[in-house]
């Protein structure tokens, strides 16, 4: 392996991830292996921040006139209307939902988490989208009660 072939192997590395590299060419091997630094530490500062008695309570928010009651996702993971990807959604807007229904399925660590409904009423709106990761006491569903 020639000093060029060398060089250009160690350019390709610059710019990516790539921290170990073990090439064999006619009989010669070469290994090229770099430690990545990290220059700062960055903290995220959290976007929103919920206390734990909020999210087990049902809220209520006034909204052109209606009282809606919130439902919140209790964990963090990723947001399903519909138990499977060709199944029809657990439920849609407008449509009437009873206390201890299925409105939807939040995965976790490859378990389906059941999300139901805390009170009778009918869907006013779905705040996620399908597939979308939720946040732990992130608004899902704003329910009229009937």
Known sequence: MELDEIRELLELLKDTDITELQVERDGTKIK??????????????????VSQPEVKEIKEEAVEGKKLITIASPIVGIFH?????????????????????VLCIIEAMKLMNEIESDADGI??????????????????????PI
């Open 32 to 49: 090229i292996r770099r430690e990545k630094f990290i220059s700062s530490w960055e903290i995220p500062s959290p976007t929103k921040q």
């Open 81 to 101: 209307r519909a138990p499977s990807p060709e199944a029809s959604p657990f439920v849609e807007v407008g449509g009437t939902v009873k206390k201890g229904q």
């Open 123 to 144: 869907v006013s709106k779905i705040l996620v989208e399908n597939g979308q990761p939720v946040e732990y006491g992130e608004p899902l569903f704003l329910i009229e």
